[in-house]
């Protein structure tokens, strides 16, 4: 079965960076898109960043210009760079593959992560 597995997370300080990575892992023939959404108790959940598998990028205004998103197809893996960070970043951060293909399947799924939290201090 499928499993998108995030690490990265953790504690850092307003100014600082950190990076998320995401691997999927099963028996995976494709994934259109791959990206990183956030949530925050009484929020609901939001696009961060997005890339597709021909490289083309989304990002939420509130984070462009400091944080990058890109991916390994051969690894199936996609990576958020994450500079400059604000207490406003605060969140639990979700991977999510969409328009997945099994290999041997016509189908296509939506998959998600666990989560990992990210805290930036003032």
């Known amino acids: 079965q499928v499993q998108l597995v995030e690490s990265g997370g953790g504690l850092v300080q307003a100014g600082g960076s950190l990076i998320l990575s995401c691997a999927a892992s099963g028996s995976i023939f494709s994934i259109h898109v791959m990206g990183w959404y956030r949530q925050v108790p009484g929020k609901q959940r939001e696009l961060v960043a997005s890339i597709t598998s021909g490289g083309s990028t989304n990002y939420a205004d509130s984070v462009k210009g400091r944080f990058n998103i890109s991916r390994d197809n051969a690894k199936i893996t996609v990576t958020l760079r994450m500079n400059s960070l604000k207490p406003e970043d605060t969140a639990v951060y979700y991977c999510?593959?969409?328009?997945?293909?099994?290999?041997?399947?016509?189908?296509?799924?939506?998959?998600w992560g666990q989560g990992t939290q990210v805290t930036v201090s003032s």
């Open positions: 999510n593959a969409d328009g997945l293909k099994l290999r041997g399947s016509p189908y296509e799924y939506q998959y």
